[in-house]
């Protein structure tokens, strides 16, 4: 009885709540039953022009001010992404679109000034710096003690000159606001600089934790110094390093976002290795190679990679989908980025060696060091079977769609008859 009462006091004070209102509304129902003409508010609103804005549907979506869900999800539905946090957008869409930069804060102001006298001082270590690596240069080899000093006197002062330049800006508000907005020139150095210490700070380790604990890394590559960002995508959906992604998204080949932090273009090979296919006549795993192109082109600006829109000279074996055999474990499909030596193309006679059964028993330390190629950045996903995988199997002629594994039973124990001394 006593939680009965306790659940019923909520509903007394709603119901008392109304009994107290309802006559306030009664009388003023009653006060305008008397009058024939329009009360002067709504005479008001009739005579103003019909000048109301549009509903947000009828409005261009802007990625910096969205922040209904729905709205949201209409702008990604169009291929444009919101930026920053729904907070932050829903902060400028009521803000009177004050710049960044004079925004009527004193302490911010005044720390801005600081911030500009300090990066006075390191425009001024690089003008330095600068004319005393171009004094230098201009120096007779043997002044400077031999032509190896002079080298790495030099290597050290480019080092020392790119320090300050990064240090010149790396405080200012401006540049930092631009990075969060994914709208830094990642020619520069300081957005580089930032970009490469977000990713290493989280993602960086998300991935190094996946690859060694799904057993990745060792078994298609060693250990390596992972340096490049990158990202795997069917389509509209982003594939997560270890997730499973069905036979069917895997038909089309995908598109790779290579991020690299340091200057300069270079040449990448891509190769796609399923490390799970089922040997049964061995009774184990082997390799097999699904994708390679070579001569890739890649840089800070430009990493955007699809698979399917490469053009023949650079497709050495073009792309064959992720499907499971029916019965066997999910299969874990690498895709590694191989930087190819500086300023080397491979023509097509200097092709990457294939072995003799071309993606059958591929093994991915063989083709690195008969080619030279050095791993540089890498990703993975999974595949199991699913209702999909064995129309794909036929369709591409991929061995083993007639076959369906089991686990094997364990063998049982040899029986024991118990004491029958022991129950009575």
Known sequence: MAAAKQAARPLQACVRCAGQLQPARLSAFQARGFTSTAAVAEEAQAQQPSTSTPPPTQRKLDPNTVYDPKQERKLIKTGVFPIGSRRRRAALSR?????FEQLPYQCFQEARKVLIEERQEKVKAIETMQARIARLEAQDPAVSGSELQKENRLRSMHNQLKELKLLADINDPLVKKAFEDKKGDMSKPVYRHLADEKWRSYKLKILQQRLEQMFVIPDVANHFNITADVDLSFGRRNVKPGSFVDSRTTENPGQLDIQVFDAGER??????????????GRDTFTHRCHFIATNVPISPTNGRVDLGKLPESQVVLPWLPAAALKGAPYHRLSVWVLQQPAGKILEPAQRPTLPPNGRKDFKLRTFLAKNSL?????????????????GILKKHNIPGSDIEFEKPKPDKLPYKKKDGARFR
């Open 267 to 280: 040449l990448v090979t891509i190769v796609v290795v399923n490390s799970d296919v089922p040997h049964v």
């Open 374 to 390: 050095t791993p540089v950045g890498v990703t993975f996903f999974r595949s199991e079977f699913d209702p999909w995988s064995d």
């Open 95 to 99: 803000s009177q679109q004050i710049p």
